[in-house]
């Protein structure tokens, strides 16, 4: 079978948007169609093309991604990729992969990143799984925050229009401090704020919750409510989709705002990192529960000496790594990293190496939220010299763990 992989028009996005959601199993709204291109990137989105017809699809977000340092780089993040059932397994997807990655080395980005449908599809291209999350659940009505945790500002429900103007704000700064992060470009919320009835999952539309510390706005929280009353006994479903704070009061503000809304049976905060402080903020711990527990951000580094070297490691030290890339030949290598606080240089070597893995792995590696003994102990590095690989850990671990509070 022959196809051809070429970018889209933006007369042709409405088409490509279908093919790339029959994939799924869905068939979008003239209304989601319309909010899919508020954010969509025409010039990135790449079709495969059978005899005239869209079988295929993938696009990029031209994201900044908080990498540890923390440091914000260009980042590809990879979205809509689809293969219509009559054409799956021949191919296509893998050439969708090859001219992405070459485009995004040609873009001079040197990471891309994802969120995977299914975990066995992207490792043969070079991503890894690198962050890993969950919801969070409480039942507000069997804790509260402990005693004495200090909460100096106030907490204000703003609407739509007000929205509009602080949480972009806020978010920019929140992002920048966590690796994993990505940023959220203007189409993005437009896409956001625009919150079609489709995508409210039968509860209400969004309330916005921000929170307010000697004037400045420090944090929101954006959550849905799900009517849940039963025998006339109430018991609401609060889904926060976004908790976003950038300072330490504020966390506590928000959160202690989250447990006290009135009616609730439940609180759930999505897709959040597993190290959150609020555990240890609880009356008691155990009513924080972990639902839905995974893998999300996964990364691929495009170039890897490039990406290597553009990240700041936790302690000073320099690793000899062996690094196969069969999807991208010209990545595999020895390098050599000599890695600080301050930064870092890579270089190819014709060294011994200290560590060998494939680029995937090292894409789990790489923000700092699956160690590498854990990676080799599952047999996924080599380790030739004694001490590598806790120096690995070392090296690049993090204080918080990464985490993406963006899908996309
Ligand atoms: C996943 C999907 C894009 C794969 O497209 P495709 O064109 O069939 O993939 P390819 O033919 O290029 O497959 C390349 C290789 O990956 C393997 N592969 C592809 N999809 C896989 C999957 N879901 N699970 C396991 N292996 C998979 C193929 O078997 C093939 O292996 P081989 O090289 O050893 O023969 C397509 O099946 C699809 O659209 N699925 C539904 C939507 C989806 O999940 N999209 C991904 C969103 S993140």
Redesign the pocket.
């Known amino acids: 079978m022959t196809f051809e992989i070429r970018t889209v028009t933006a007369d042709e996005l409405p088409g490509w948007i279908r093919t790339a959601e029959a994939?799924?199993g869905w068939t979008p709204s003239a209304e989601e169609i319309e909010n899919d291109c508020r954010r969509l990137e025409v010039e990135r989105s790449l079709a495969a093309v059978d005899r005239g017809r869209m079988v295929?699809a993938t696009s990029a977000y031209s994201f900044n991604l908080t990498i540890p340092g923390p440091l914000s780089v260009p980042a590809a993040g990879v979205t809509a990729?689809?293969?219509?059932p009559t054409?799956?397994?021949?191919?296509?997807?893998?050439?969708?992969?090859r001219r992405q990655l070459a485009e995004m080395r040609e873009r001079g980005e040197s990471l891309a990143v994802?969120?995977?449908?299914?975990a066995?599809?992207?490792g043969?291209f070079g991503y890894g799984a690198a962050t890993t999350q969950a919801d969070l659940h409480i039942d507000p009505r069997r804790v509260e925050l402990r005693e004495g945790i200090p909460q100096p500002g106030e907490t204000t429900l703003v609407d739509r229009d007000e929205a509009r103007h602080i949480l972009p704000v806020v978010f920019d700064r929140f992002r920048r401090e966590i690796p994993g992060q990505v940023d959220r470009p203007p189409g993005h919320w437009d896409a956001w704020f625009h919150d079609p009835d489709s995508h409210r999952g039968g509860a209400s539309g969004r309330f916005y919750a921000v929170y307010t510390e000697n004037g400045e706005h420090r944090g929101y929280a954006a959550y849905r409510v799900k009517g849940e009353w039963s025998e006339g006994t109430d018991g609401n479903i609060m889904r926060v989709t976004d908790l976003v704070a950038t300072t330490a009061t504020a966390y506590v503000g928000l959160w202690n705002y989250c447990l006290s809304v009135d009616l609730l049976s439940r609180v759930e905060v999505h897709h959040r990192p597993l190290d959150e402080p609020v555990r240890w903020m609880l009356s008691d711990s155990r009513q924080l529960r972990l639902r839905d527990v995974g893998d999300a951000l996964w990364v691929r580094l495009a170039d890897v000496a490039g990406a290597l070297q553009a990240r700041h490691y936790a302690v000073e030290g320099t690793l000899t790594l062996q690094i196969h890339d069969p999807f991208c030949p010209e990545n595999t290598g020895i390098y050599r990293l000599d890695g600080g606080t301050n930064g870092a240089t890579c270089r190819r070597v014709a060294d011994n190496p200290d560590l060998s893995m494939g680029v995937d792995v090292l894409g789990s590696l790489y923000l700092g939220g699956i160690t590498a003994g854990e990676l080799a102990r599952g047999g996924r590095i080599e380790q030739h010299r004694s001490g590598a690989v806790r120096r690995a850990d070392l090296m690049f671990g993090t204080d918080q763990a990464p985490w993406c509070a963006t899908h996309f």
Do not use: C, D, N, Q
């Open positions: 994939a799924f295929g990729v689809g293969v219509l054409h799956r397994r021949r191919g296509i997807l893998t050439a969708l992969m994802l969120y995977a449908s299914e066995p599809i992207y043969r």
